[in-house]
């Protein structure tokens, strides 16, 4: 797969995340979200186009470790996605240190007995990732 084919699935995860996430009406007129597919896409959309920078960058990733993949990055890609998220460098590292293997975990929720992630950190980190790999990797 090509950076730019890995950037457009990328894409495609992230759309399927915010239409999860967002509340929408439902017939009793209540607010619902759909949490844990929207999840699962959000953090699979940031491992992707974490990829895709790597890619462009003519280095290969595998694996689902976000903190993992995001230390491979080159820092000047690091640092944009940092302030796109609009953290210092110390929190960024601590709260994507504890969402690293969330894909695994929230694909597998039903394996848990208690699992949690922010989910405004997730958004974040997904909408800057998507930022940079388009300007990085084009679309």
């Avoid at 462009?56 to 976000?66: R, V």
């Avoid at 940092?82 to 960024?92: A, P, Q, T, Y």
Wanted: overall charge negative; charged content about 25%; glycine content about 8%.
């Amino acid at each position: 797969m090509s950076s730019k084919s890995a950037r457009q699935l990328s894409a495609s995860f992230f759309s399927a995340s915010e239409r999860c996430l967002t509340e929408r009406r439902c017939g009793d007129e209540s607010l619902a979200i759909i949490p844990v597919p929207g999840i699962v896409c959000g953090v699979f959309s940031i491992e992707i186009g974490f990829k895709s920078l790597l890619m462009a960058a003519g280095d290969a990733a595998k694996g689902h470790n976000l903190l993992k993949l995001f230390e491979k990055l080159d820092s000047s890609i690091q640092d944009e996605i940092i302030k796109g998220v609009g953290l210092d460098r110390v929190c960024f590292m601590k709260e994507l240190g504890e969402m690293a293997d969330s894909f695994t975990q929230w694909r597998y929720v039903y394996e848990h007995e208690e699992v949690g992630i922010s989910l405004n950190f997730l958004h974040q980190l997904a909408k800057a990732t998507q930022h940079t790999a388009e300007r990085v990797v084009g679309f």
